[in-house]
């Protein structure tokens, strides 16, 4: 689980402070405010661990099938305007469940610009169980290596130079020799980490009138869920315990959120296609000619009974096409399951609704402001800006920002005055 993040000089971001990230995260603010951008910054880290390359240094994108985002260029991400050396950093804490060596530690990376006009790393650090490990960009791409503040490095070379934004080469722990160990420890947390992170964004396939099942269990949901059914068909015909708990776990919401009464997978006569039909007051119905909103939220419900526990599950206005009281019951959705199921929750969300019955869960002690954050992002110029909402044990906002949703007491007001206005031009 990430407990905190920090940008620097990243898009928007001056400099974003530390970040508390707790079991479930909300993310609000006006549209092109930099809510995004907070996710967007693991999701780089993600998309670079995973590249074929073990040399690079960050992979900005650009391959549209096994990327996440294409970053453009380093001008792209350097924030606009910045002053100084031309560098932006990335950092963040983890509390790790799978590792039974490294339980918690951090990560703080600043990049720059090599002569090519490719991002190199400037300065590398992590930290765990008291132990600084740092690599420090020289003179014409060598790297020294230093341990606990040491002022002299351990070793100096292009050999040494970091991989995949999260690792040493395996020359650099050798050298290190029994501190080393340790350091293949922590790297390997910290790459484990963001391969954990599942990711949905805001834009979601239309749905198909059926689908052909090949008989095996996909490895991810996709960006956009378009594996979303192939994950329910294979959780209901490959008849295993662990299976049917995603098809349940989904039809279960559905229900609460009172868009079906059952979610069922039919196979078109003796073939390998298979259609979803969506049961609802009495009437059955093929997922394609139901409302868009059970085929949009249709990946988010799978994605939570879908990720291994221990997961980061990071999502995109999850409520996008649902009526408010759906949108509602996502947010007890986000605080049951992250609970039953060791999961992490990082929504950027504009839902009124969803964030009104979070504040309702707290004031019914189902979550504490420990176990939630709330953030809303604005924009003061070029500059982004994070605001925590500080919340009582009743959900209520101490800070409330201005405009936050809207005026609704400006409305109600001006309502009024309309009708007392109009009556009096009635009685005239």
Not at 173 to 182: K, R, S, Y
Request: charged fraction near 25%.
């Amino acid at each position: 689980m990430f407990t905190r993040l920090r940008l620097i000089n990243f898009k928007a971001w001056e400099d974003t402070g530390d970040v508390d990230l707790k079991p479930v995260t909300m993310l609000l603010g006006t549209n092109s405010s930099g809510k995004s951008t907070l996710i967007q910054s693991l999701l780089l880290l993600k998309q670079t661990v995973q590249s074929p390359d073990r040399s690079i240094h960050l992979n900005l994108g650009g391959d549209e099938i096994n990327d996440l985002f294409n970053f453009g260029g380093f001008d792209n991400v350097l924030r606009q305007g910045t002053s100084g050396a031309r560098q932006f950093s990335l950092g963040f804490s983890f509390r790790s469940y799978a590792s039974p060596r490294i339980d918690q530690g951090d990560f703080f990376c600043s990049y720059g610009q090599n002569s090519a006009g490719g991002v190199t790393i400037q300065e590398w650090q992590v930290c765990a169980n008291n132990r600084q490990f740092k690599s420090v960009r020289r003179d014409k791409g060598a790297y020294s290596v230093m341990i606990d503040n040491e002022n002299l490095p351990r070793d100096k070379g292009r050999h040494l130079s970091p991989e995949r934004s999260v690792s040493l080469p395996a020359d650099a722990i050798v050298m290190l020799g029994q501190d080393g160990v340790v350091l293949g420890d922590l790297c390997l947390s910290i790459r484990r980490e963001l391969e954990n992170i599942v990711y949905l964004g805001p834009l979601r396939r239309k749905p198909e009138r059926d689908y052909v099942w090949n008989k095996s269990k996909p490895g991810e949901v996709g960006n956009d869920g378009h594996r979303a059914i192939d994950v329910l068909l294979a959780s209901a015909l490959m008849k295993t315990e662990d299976q049917n708990r995603i098809i349940d776990g989904v039809s279960k919401w559905l229900v609460r959120m009172k868009v079906a009464d059952k979610l069922e997978i039919k196979q078109l006569g003796r073939s390998t296609r298979y259609e979803l039909v969506v049961h609802r007051d009495g009437i059955q119905a093929n997922l394609r000619d139901v409302g868009i909103g059970i085929s949009q939220v249709l990946p988010v419900l799978t994605i939570a009974y879908f990720a291994p526990g221990g997961s980061t599950i990071m999502l995109e206005e999850p409520e996008i096409h649902l009526h408010p009281l759906a949108q509602s019951v996502l947010a007890e959705l986000f605080v049951e399951v992250s609970r039953e199921r060791n999961v992490q929750f990082i929504v950027e969300t504009h839902s009124e609704h969803l964030f009104r019955r979070m504040q309702t869960l707290i004031a019914k002690r189902q979550i504490t402001p420990k176990g939630a954050a709330m953030y809303f992002v604005e924009r003061e110029g070029k500059t982004a800006r994070i605001r925590p909402l500080e919340l009582d044990d009743f959900g209520r906002v101490k800070n409330w920002p201005e405009g936050f949703f809207g005026d609704a007491l400006g409305e109600t007001r001006e309502q009024a005055r309309l009708m007392f206005a109009r009556q009096q031009e009635n009685n005239i």
